[in-house]
């Protein structure tokens, strides 16, 4: 196990312009961390196509990071798809997070455009089959709100290997031993489990968190609703938060585990302190001299 992890993190086009100086700020802050990639996520239903775009190009221009561009398969052709990732090519964008996507607002199921890719193993073999593009999949390891169970989702993430993809990053979990178990799953089932990377989300807020996991079926141990409620009232959240999140990481380390991707929020700074306490520790600054 080397000294400290490899890492990576998310960020999210920004709709606003106080939300543009959010984005820049948190990717100036995590840049001298040397992240192996970061991702720029699609909003949901593809509602932030063009800014998810215009996010990628600017960040790997002016900051000399590798750039992964998140692309679903929501409400669009395959022709259209397929020429957002030409445009990619051409801006130099090397990997993608290849995702089926979530319904759009208003709906209550994924519906594939009929002339577009049904679900995420089509987007990526359409993907794999440019040769352009280091390929990231989704991966959950506890059952997504539409499976059957764990080993339903084992097996789709089979497939995405199967189809092309190089490497799974996890949607986000609260205990270091969810993740392993989901792994050894994994294992078992014949997927390299090197390939898989735990996502985590450092606890910037609570109450928004624990919507979130609700939505997309994270479990919630019994304690955090009880130890984050004394820790807001004696106004240490983010101590609490940071030490959770770290001693998780460090587990997750000792167990052999080498990648980790933080979902960001685009809200750096315990992002940036817990990567601080794994050993992570800058480099110099990347921003390019316009």
Partial sequence: MSA????????FPPKSLEASFRLWETVRMLAPLAPQFVSVTYGAGGTTRKLTHEAVTTIGAQFGLNVAAHLTCVDATRAE????VRAYADAGVREIVALRGDAPKGQDRFTPHPDGFAHSVELIEA???TGDFTLRVGAYPEPHPEAADTMADVRWLKRKFEAGAD???TQ????AETFLRFRDTCAREGIDASRIIPGIVPIENWKGIRKFAAACGASIPDWMDDAFAKAERDGRSDLLATTICTEMCDRLR???VEALHFYTLNRPHLTRD??????????????KVA
């Fill in 254 to 256: 000792q167990e052999g």
């Fill in 172 to 175: 986000f979990f609260f205990e």
């Fill in 127 to 129: 993907l794999a089959a």
């Fill in 81 to 84: 798809t397929m020429e957002i």
């Fill in 167 to 169: 490497s799974a990053i």
């Fill in 4 to 11: 400290a992890p490899r890492v990576s993190f998310e960020f």
């Fill in 274 to 287: 817990v990567c601080h306490a794994l050993g992570v520790q800058p480099t110099a600054r990347l921003e």
